[in-house]
Structure formats: C-alpha cells, structure tokens
C-alpha cells in the first residue's frame, strides 16, 4: 500500500506512518470502548489529550451526562475551561503501544499432533499465559491476542488504557 502511496505523491516516511516500536500516526489513532463495548475509534488532536471522533462513538456518553434540564444531545455542549469538562466514566481510550508476531510461540508450545479441540484448548490456555505475561501488574495496560489470516497467525497488541476520558464539546443535534 506504500508504495502505492508514494507513487500518488505523499511525502511522509512510512515509519513516520506506521510503526511498532516507536512514536508514528499509528499511535494518534485510539479505540473507544463503552465499558466492555467498541464504540468507535479516534485521534489525537492535541498534545493534552483532546480526541476527536465522531458523533455516534461518543454518543453513549453524551446520554448518560444528558437531563431533562440539561439536553446535551439536543442543544449541544462546550467547556470553556478544563472545570467544565464532563466526565464520561465508563469510557477508555486504548491507545496501540506494541504489536508483536506470536506466532512461533504457538507453533513451538502445541504443534501439529493433536486433535483439533486438543489445540484450541492449549492455545487458549497460552493466550492467557502470554497475555499475563505481558501484562504484569501494570493496571494501565491491555493486552489481547488475535489469531489473523485464518487463524494461522497469532498476533499480540498492547494497549496503553486512559480512563480519565471527559466530554469537551458536543455539537448541537442540528448539526451533528
């Protein structure tokens, strides 16, 4: 896709676009979970952690700060001051710090002898071997394992979780 890219005229590095280990654009792109539920997705759009996203993400949050007597949906919202902001306290931000190819690890710990459900039972028990590896004690950090390409790779993400998520701005119905 890069080269794609290249060809059609864009001037920044692809690490500058995507990378593992280090700061890239990857890392202003943050999922948006409701609780246990994917709301969306957004970006950074400042160095003090104000996120744009769209109006449906947010919108869960946007219900619950509502009243009869304070109809955000319908009249919108706008802190003028840090103090104004309305604190959204079932959201999180995760924020993609590493991804890393686990596939071998798998390959080596359960190989090919066993019977399908055999497998699955043993891979899901080194997912959750891995994942609390990875995780140690660190309350602000998520860690999942996908199985990718059909399920012949097994890809690890760690997450960088933010719960001091607050609603700044929220335009009025009529123009959301």
């Known amino acids: 896709a890069y080269p794609q890219m290249k060809a059609q005229g864009i ?5 500058a676009i995507y990378h593992p280990d280090s700061a890239a654009m990857n890392r202003a792109i943050v999922r948006i979970n409701d609780g246990q539920t ?13 996120i744009l996203t769209n109006y449906s993400a947010a919108y869960p949050a946007i219900a619950a700060a509502s009243s009869e007597q304070k109809n955000l949906l319908k009249d919108g919202f706008y802190a003028g001051s840090s103090a104004e902001e309305i604190p959204a306290p079932d959201f999180r931000l995760y924020i993609l710090m590493e991804q890393k190819d686990v596939t071998d690890t798998f390959t080596n710990q359960i190989g090919d002898s066993l019977r399908y459900r055999q497998r699955q ?20 950090i ?3 394992i996908n199985d990718i390409m059909g399920g012949n790779r097994q890809l690890m993400s760690v997450y960088r979780v933010l719960q001091d998520v607050r609603i700044v701005h929220v335009p009025p119905r009529s123009v959301a």
Not at 11 to 15: F, K, L, R, T
Not at 38 to 50: K, M, N, P, R
Not at 123 to 139: G, H, M, T, V, Y
């Open 38 to 50: 994917h709301t969306g997705s957004g970006s950074f759009v400042s160095d003090e952690g104000l």
């Open 121 to 140: 039972q043993r891979a899901q028990k080194l997912k959750k071997k891995l994942i609390s590896q990875r995780k140690s004690e660190a309350a602000n």
């Open 142 to 144: 998520a860690v999942t």
């Open 11 to 15: 001037s920044v590095d692809a690490n």
